[in-house]
């Protein structure tokens, strides 16, 4: 535990680069291997996973990218919502060593996260059906009553039906 902590003391000490995802995924080169913070949400779920256990994969969006965050299990705060299509995730601001092609995770980029808070709290979304797609759902409905109907009787009176 000390060890960890002194680690987490030298890493602060270092200089730490703010940028949007977009600056860091465009010159990931220029930011291997050192100190980064980035905030954004929590989408999908939280992966507790890893050679070792303890650990947790989290992924971090601002909206455009995502980037995976590697953590141990004791680093990550109590996450209540992650998000989805109905939910707004957590927001998370991450300070920790990017990694352009990690060797520990199969050479992808991620960020081994040395702390991490939580900034905002989610909440669920709720989606609101406009007036006006409800009316263009029954019109269309109608619509294709009236074809199957019409194509119905036609097969019935002796028509030909064209799927013949």
Request: hydrophobic share 40%.
């Amino acid at each position: 535990m000390k060890i960890l902590s002194i680690l987490m003391l030298l890493l602060l000490s270092v200089p730490c680069y703010s940028e949007t995802f977009d600056e860091l995924i465009t010159k990931c080169k220029e930011y291997d291997g050192k100190t980064v913070t980035i905030e954004g949400e929590v989408v999908g779920e939280v992966a507790l996973r890893g050679k070792r256990k303890g650990f947790a994969w989290l992924n971090i969006s601002d909206g455009n990218y995502g980037i995976g965050v590697f953590a141990p299990t004791s680093m990550v705060p109590v996450i209540n919502h992650t998000g989805n299509y109905k939910t707004k995730g957590d927001t998370l601001s991450v300070v920790g060593i990017l990694h352009r092609a990690c060797p520990e995770h199969g050479g992808g980029l991620d960020i081994h996260a040395a702390q991490i808070r939580l900034t905002a709290k989610g909440h669920y979304i709720q989606h609101i059906v406009k007036p006006e797609r409800i009316r263009l759902f029954f019109l269309i409905t109608l619509i294709a009553v009236i074809i199957i109907s019409l194509n119905h009787l036609k097969t019935i009176r002796g028509g030909k039906n064209e799927m013949d």
